[in-house]
């Protein structure tokens, strides 16, 4: 039940006015027309009612309703998936080695990172010259992928993947790479791939 205005204003008059009516001290009267007045104000009817009362600016309503509808979208929508990386075997990173070798990362688009330590590299030898060496701590640590781009090139000396690039995370057997990819993603990177065989299987001798 929710007294109307009317009633509460004729609740307020007596009790200021009629003390013999209802006997009671200034403040448990004060109390009494403060629940009134709660009970008719804030039992909000739907949102748009609850705004009025509490006096939600336009601003506020658009900063929640963009949240409302990519929500119900995202959930009619069954094809909605996030972004995620793909992992790939030895013949798709060679294809994608030699289209960097015979072309330049600039025009075929891709970016390969060996995620091993440097001394791990030094012990087997890169797996092409066209790869890069980034030790997954200062991906996972130093935060190397949302640098500033020169901020990245200074510390690494190589430029940092744009992102329309495709990046290849590899390191010795899958693992690190894996979360090299999952930072990427995270980064907002939308085109990763992780070679999961990784050194182990490409200088294996099969």
Known sequence: YTPSPSLISSCCD???????????????????????????????????AFSRVFGLTSHTASKLAPTRRTTIRMMADTNYAPPSFRNINKAELKNILSAIEKESRESCGYVIIDVRGDDEVAATGKISSVVETLPLPYIA??????????DFLENFGFEKPNYDETIVFSCKAGIRSQMASQIAVMEGYTDVLNYVGGSNEWFSSE
């Open 14 to 48: 007596r009790l200021k006015g009629d003390r013999s009516i209802i006997p009671m001290p200034a403040t448990s009267a004060i109390l009494l027309c403060f629940f009134l007045m709660a009970s008719f104000l804030f039992i909000p009817r739907s949102v748009s």
């Open 141 to 150: 640590q130093s935060k190397a992928l949302a640098m500033e781009p020169d």
